[in-house]
């Protein structure tokens, strides 16, 4: 299995849905050092994260993003720093603290320093007029040996009518940077340029690794001034860049701090609820992770886990390592959160782990039981819209007996503790139930079990079916066992009208359904 990029390994906390990786700027240099030296035909990503970031990547609403794109690179990112102290700030209201802030304008002259001892080369792109190429002296007159690569500063379009020549023009200057054979590449475009940029070419892109720096390379030059180190430390640079600039500064920064406030007003009532969730309670530990498997076949099964009603970070990060570790003999993994009141603000980041195992194309792990109070919850630190959460979704990948319905009939039967799940589908006929002995080993099974009987996936059930049925439509088998069913479509129930046998008495919602399957009891109905 392909290494996760939410790596369970990865110490990050969630800003509002976005990974933050909790480093020093010592740390960040080394890990940057370390994806140059990897040409596996990947190109990473290194993003610096600040409050224009969250504005322009998120909206005010919770079921909407401002720019879906943006958000969507930022998540995917394979390390992302603290670029101002607001997201510092959010990260001690998640209750996970990151170690210090790392901007891009201290990050370049440090990584050009180790690159220098490293032998490894920098590319330059972005920055206004011959700043990039200023820049670029300025790195190798403080850092002797550095080898620059190129510099290059196009005109870049994200938006608007020029968007359509954006092919050619990028086809051009990645050309240009591929055959720089450049080790790490500075897109110095601002945000949310700089992103969009790397994420529509990451695919042309051979340079191991990029990193968006923003205005770096005029803070590199003196064009622009740095706060001085005291004022840096008491968190306040944003105050001196105002009376830098404030005609163009204060309206943006002021506007950003608004929205900010406005974003982050519901993490602090998530986190009081979660100090009163938490107190006095002792959570489910790691060691609490055990998932009950339902078999299927010989060789496939149904694995479910009911997680605890306060779940920890620990408790996410064991979950989501049993996954990686699972057999792919698994044909369904069901996450049952029906009980679920609280998840750790803290353990957030596991979600995002969740939510890229449910993206792969080999998935086979489902969400159930969210609660509309966990869902807001969720929404509010942003990271519910990551996660899918279709019960329906569920219920429909189990009858398949394959990757597509082919419209043949098909069985597939789920042995619970105390009842039986059984699901057909395509077309149903009675000689189809004959030739399978279905009637026999329903019969057979409801001696001591309920019998739930799916319909969800059937094309069409044959009158002939209907009558092999005919015995069970009331309910009961002559035996302690109660036969229902479920997921019966508006085609299938006028079938059982048009049949003139009755139609079943007994159905069973999809809810009571997946409590069953979760349970491994018997089915309400």
Not at 105 to 131: H, R
């Amino acid at each position: 299995m392909t290494a996760l990029i939410h790596s369970p390994q990865r110490d990050c906390v969630s800003s509002l849905g976005i990974p933050v990786d909790n480093l020093s700027l010592e740390d960040t240099v080394g890990h940057v050092i370390g994806m140059a030296k990897t040409r596996d035909g990947r190109a990473r990503l290194v993003s610096t994260l600040n409050v224009d970031f969250l504005v322009n990547s998120l909206g005010t609403r919770f079921t909407k993003a401002r720019h879906p794109e943006l958000l969507s690179v930022l998540r995917d990112a394979d390390l992302v720093t603290a670029d101002g102290f607001p997201i510092l700030w959010l990260s001690r209201i998640m209750g996970k603290p990151l170690q210090q802030r790392v901007c891009g304008s201290d990050l370049v002259p440090a990584l050009a320093a180790m690159a220098a001892g490293e032998g490894l080369s920098i590319y330059l792109l972005g920055g206004g007029q011959g700043a990039a190429r200023a820049a670029a002296d300025k790195l190798v007159e403080q850092h002797p040996g550095l080898r620059i690569a190129g510099t290059a500063a196009p005109f870049i379009h994200t938006e608007g009518p020029e968007l359509a020549n954006c092919i050619a023009d990028d086809e051009a200057i990645t050309e240009q940077i591929n055959a720089s054979g450049a080790d790490i590449l500075l897109v110095g475009l601002g945000n949310p340029k700089q992103e969009l940029w790397f994420n529509r070419n990451r695919d042309r892109l051979q340079v191991p690794v990029s990193i968006g720096v923003g205005g770096t390379f005029e803070f590199i030059t003196g064009a622009v001034r740095r706060a001085p180190t005291w004022v840096q430390r008491l968190n306040l640079e944003w105050l001196f860049r105002i009376t830098q600039d404030p005609a163009r500064l204060w309206h943006r920064y002021a506007k950003g701090l608004i929205k900010l406030g406005l974003l982050s007003a519901p993490l602090f009532y998530s986190r009081a609820a979660q100090l009163v969730a938490f107190t006095g309670r002792s959570p489910a530990g790691p060691e609490s992770v055990r998932w009950r498997s339902v078999w299927s076949t010989r060789d496939q099964s149904l694995a479910v886990l009911r997680l605890p009603a306060l779940v920890t970070r620990e408790y996410l990060i064991a979950l989501v390592e049993s996954i990686l570790a699972a057999p792919a003999s698994t044909t369904l993994r069901l996450l049952d959160f029906s009980v679920v009141k609280k998840v750790e603000m803290a353990g957030h980041q596991a979600l995002l782990s969740l939510a890229e195992l449910q993206q792969r194309e080999d998935s086979n792990l489902q969400l159930l039981g969210i609660t509309e109070r966990l869902r807001r919850d969720l929404a509010a630190t942003r990271v519910l819209d990551v996660l899918h959460t279709g019960e329906g979704d569920t219920l429909d990948t189990l009858g398949r007996a394959g990757s597509a319905n082919t419209g043949r009939f098909s069985c597939r039967s789920y042995v619970l503790d105390d009842s039986a799940l059984i699901c057909l589908g395509g077309k149903v006929s009675g000689r189809d139930l004959a030739d399978l002995g279905f009637i026999e080993c329903l019969e057979h099974t409801a001696r001591d079990r309920d019998c739930i009987i799916d319909l969800r996936n059937v094309s069409l059930l044959e009158s002939s079916a209907i009558v092999a049925l005919g015995p069970f439509l009331s309910g009961h088998s002559g035996s302690s066992g109660r036969v229902l069913f479920s997921g019966a479509g508006a085609n299938v129930l006028q079938m059982f009208r048009m049949a003139g046998l009755g139609e079943p008495r007994h159905f069973i919602g999809d809810s009571d359904l997946l409590a069953a399957i979760c349970d491994g009891g018997r089915a309400n109905g």
